[in-house]
Nanobody, 123 residues
């Protein structure tokens, strides 16, 4: 089992950057795939980025490719989401989520979730 806590959200202007962090508890963090998802008001939760257990494989939603970068540090049990060139459309609550072994972009496949962190991008 793993517990996740996100941090780093805030209010920024279009074009700015933010770095989200997801801190995990548990001794087997390296056995978990970690994904970032987001949910804007009135919209469904959507995939943002995912990273494999060893960090060797990553995938991104088309809407964030080239702007967002996901990374992980298994020694520190953390996953980061570097978000550059933010747009108002990126405004949402961002969640990190974890599941064992297999990489997937479907939010319903993830067993463990953080509480979320708000990102607001003003135009």
């Amino acid at each position: 089992q793993v517990q996740l806590v996100e941090s780093g959200g805030g209010l920024v202007q279009a074009g700015d950057s933010l770095r989200l962090s997801c801190a995990a508890s548990g001794r087997t963090f390296s056995s978990y795939v970690v994904g970032w998802f987001r949910q804007a008001p009135g919209k469904e939760r959507e995939f943002v980025a995912v990273i494999s257990r060893d960090g060797g494989s990553k995938d991104y939603a088309d809407s964030v490719k080239g702007r967002f970068t996901i990374s992980r540090d298994n020694a520190k049990s953390t996953v980061a989401l570097q978000m550059n060139s933010l747009e108002p459309e990126d405004t949402a609550v961002y969640y990190c989520a974890a599941r064992r072994w297999i990489i997937t972009t479907l939010w319903s496949d993830y067993n463990y979730w953080g509480q979320g962190t708000q990102v607001t991008v003003s135009s």
